[in-house]
């Protein structure tokens, strides 16, 4: 239930806990993804090497802001003529590789940016629960 209100189900990600820490509700999420398509050579794999953690920014939730603590798949890639061993699961409607926040949260704030600009969007940003860093 929680899981269906935070997150689209095409994500397929399953929300195992939430913990609160002054300002801010961390919230554990798995993905639940079986197979994965290797970013290299595109061959599908159901095989799981390892998970790892991410742990970006999502959008503000009640006046708090949220950061997820994300448990994703690294997966091997058989496919022999493949340069890459393993790889790491992409959720590309939501997460880009290597982003410190979700992309919806990125839209958000960058929509906030082109309206007020750059002190003036970081304040109100702020007030969102959406802060930024404008260094
Ligand atoms: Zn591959």
Known sequence: ??????????????????????????????????????????AISERVHSSYSRHPAD???VGYTVRL???????FC??????????TERIPAFIQR???RTDRLATRQQNVAIEAGGAIGQR????????VNLR
């Open 1 to 42: 239930m929680l899981t269906d209100v935070l997150f689209p189900a095409e994500l397929q990600l399953r929300v195992d806990g939430a913990e609160m820490e002054k300002n801010t509700v961390n919230i554990s999420v798995a993905s639940t993804n079986v197979r994965s398509i290797c970013p290299h050579c595109q």
């Open 59 to 61: 959008l503000p939730l």
């Open 69 to 75: 603590d994300m448990a994703v798949h690294r997966f």
């Open 78 to 87: 058989d496919n022999s003529y493949c340069q890459a061993k393993t790889f």
């Open 98 to 100: 290597y982003a410190r």
């Open 124 to 131: 109100v940003l702020t007030i969102l629960d959406m802060p």
